[in-house]
């Protein structure tokens, strides 16, 4: 069973990663994590050949791209998993443009935004922030997963997500202003609550595994 994960972190080791990492562990998968960061290439272009009636793109991304390889692979794969740390109160932009080529071309214009992806592919999504979990709230950050959440389900037909706040950002706190933060309270957390987000992340990727491939 290949499961692939799209790792849109800039930090190929840290936070985001880890998780997948362990997502994937979940899955028991052949696949593997894939960087975003590795590769050349742009969002939507909003040419609409992916739209165009009769035409060799349809349903399809016709931008020639790094991308286009890895969105046939993440087609074809059993379980499909993204993360993404949290900027400003979003994904990533490599996440975001990602996501355009990924989920554009199989929305259809008809009165039920239905999708032409043609079986159910189990989604996971999962969200690293160094915000704590009043801040993720008070900003409305939920929202903004909630959504990308229903647009998953609507295309590919099944999605969750996960999300590890608070995260430890780097090695020595010291070598950067961060004045701001708990930072031994973001230790603390380092040590007794992102092992438990890993096991959630574990737990995510085995539910997906088990989920019908069929619509």
Known sequence: MRVIAFNGSPRKDWNTAILLKHALQGAESQGAETNLYDYTYTGCLSCFKCKLK?????????????????????????ALLVGSPIYFGSITGATKAFLERLLFPYLVYDQGHSSLFARKLPTGFIYATGANESRVREAGYTHGFQLLEGI???????????????????????KYETSGFDVDGKKRRRQEVFPQDCRRAFDLGARLVRQPQTA
């Open 54 to 78: 009769g035409g060799d793109s349809l349903g399809r991304c016709a931008t020639r791209d790094d991308l286009r390889p890895l969105l046939g692979e993440a087609a074809e794969s059993a």
């Open 152 to 174: 998953l389900q609507r295309t590919f037909g099944s999605s969750e997500y996960l999300v590890a706040t608070d995260t430890y950002q780097f090695d020595d706190y010291t």
